[in-house]
């Protein structure tokens, strides 16, 4: 992979996760307010599990950069290629991860009416619009980078 795709990419990822993040505890806390309260602790257990499998992830991610680094260090010519390189892999570990581990419980399971359920659905088509739009932008700053620095 090249500097240019490592960069729009690895920064497309970075936005995306970034866009994501600061906006979940909003749309988390706007979901607690549509639901039954009982529904408020079984939602939390859910996030924390969701959000620990996100950072395996991330550690699998270091590691797989670390071996990386370790067996082709020298095949970089170029800092900022490399940095995005690793981005890259370590966002698409983190994803992977989070997409291919078995979840123990989802929060569908519990949802007994049509209000939580459109509560439900607004919180994760927001969180889905949110990381496609931190990618677009993440992508879009990269390009200047890019140009810049490969």
Not at 9 to 36: C, D, H, P, R
Not at 110 to 119: G, L, M, P, V
Request: with cysteine; glycine share 4%.
């Amino acid at each position: 992979m090249n500097c240019y795709e490592s960069a729009l990419v690895g920064l497309g990822l970075l936005g995306a996760s970034f866009y994501t993040s600061i906006s979940s505890k909003e749309e988390s806390n706007k979901l607690k307010k549509q639901i039954n309260p009982e529904l408020v602790d079984i939602y939390d257990n859910i996030a924390k599990e969701r959000s620990q499998l996100y950072v395996h992830g991330l550690i699998l991610g270091f590691i797989i950069v670390f071996l990386i680094n370790y067996k082709y260090e020298s095949e970089f010519d170029n800092k900022f290629h490399k940095v995005t390189f690793y981005i890259l892999i370590i966002l698409i570990s983190a994803v992977l991860y989070y997409s291919l581990m078995p979840k123990s419980d989802y929060l569908l399971n519990h949802i007994t009416n049509n209000k939580e359920s459109r509560a439900w659905l607004d919180v994760y088509l927001n969180m889905k619009n949110k990381y496609t739009m931190g990618f677009i932008l993440g992508a879009l700053a990269s390009v200047p980078l890019a140009y810049s620095f490969c």
